[in-house]
């Protein structure tokens, strides 16, 4: 079995809880704004999160909600163009939002990224989300020069079938040119679980609360966070032997049972 090469991170949920309390109220600022009378509960959020992709969920959004919706008379073009701008004026007050300082990085991740970069480990980002959030938050919830660290910054649109689709890991491998079987994928969510396992990836999941209940077959560990060392992970799946929080050590070792 060869050797942990690299590191392929999800970012909502995992680098950082992003969902409920940033790209939710993006998303209801955005509507606001456009003055539609939407809003998007921490209880409807949670069921709409089964949708990957800010656009996708705003359709599925409407599909379910509002299937005879019309876009306002003003609005140029067709719905599709009509949710693509409005999911980017979401965009703004999403970046606006990490900006303010409200979303604090997940426990261990900065620890494993530097111990990544210590060792040579080769670091990438696979996410559905725009790659500008991507960016923003990995600058103010991680390091100034965090997106420095990736070789791979794969994001949104970048690859047309988003998670649980595959193709965004099979994107980060062929940039790479890494055998799926040298690398290790964090994810939070059932669909990008699906999507990392569907290329071949080993997947180390860090619930959160919109997704601790679901159904994470096939990971090889699943954990509350990844821990520290004074805040030690709790195992909700799989071995982590004596370990109690995730590093490289045991990266490897799960590699390679
Ligand atoms: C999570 C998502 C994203 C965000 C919204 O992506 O589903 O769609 O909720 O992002 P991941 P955008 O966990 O793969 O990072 O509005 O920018 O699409
Ligand atoms: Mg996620």
């Not at 964090?186 to 679901?214: F, W």
């Amino acid at each position: 079995m060869p050797q942990l090469q690299a590191l392929i991170f999800d970012v909502d949920g995992t680098l950082a809880e992003t969902e409920r309390d940033g790209h939710r109220l993006a998303f209801n600022r955005a509507f606001a704004a456009a003055n539609l009378d939407w809003d998007w509960s921490i209880d409807l959020y949670g069921e709409l999160l089964e949708v990957a992709g800010g656009k996708e969920r705003i359709q599925f959004y409407l599909d379910r909600y509002h299937p005879v919706f019309q876009p306002p008379e003003a609005a140029v073009g067709d719905l599709k163009s009509w949710i693509a701008a409005l999911h980017q004026a979401k965009t703004a007050h999403y970046k606006q939002l990490l900006t303010e300082g409200v979303i604090p990085v997940r426990p261990g991740v900065r620890r494993l990224l530097q111990e990544a970069r210590a060792q040579g480990v080769r670091l990438a980002i696979a996410t559905t989300s725009a790659p500008e959030n991507a960016i923003v938050l990995l600058e103010t919830a991680i390091a100034p020069d965090a997106q420095s660290w990736f070789e791979v910054l794969a994001a949104g649109d970048i690859v047309p079938a988003k998670k649980p689709a595959p193709d965004i890991y099979f994107y980060v491998l062929q940039a790479m040119q890494l055998d799926p079987q040298a690398c290790l994928v964090i994810e939070d969510s059932p669909q990008g679980l699906q999507a990392a396992l569907q290329a071949g990836l080993k997947t180390i999941v860090t619930v959160n609360d919109y997704t601790r209940h679901q159904d994470f077959s096939g990971a090889t560990l699943i954990l509350n966070h990844l821990g520290e060392p004074d805040r030690p992970f709790e195992v909700r799946a799989g071995d982590a032997g004596e370990t109690t929080y995730f590093d490289l050590a045991l990266a490897n070792t799960l590699l390679q049972s």
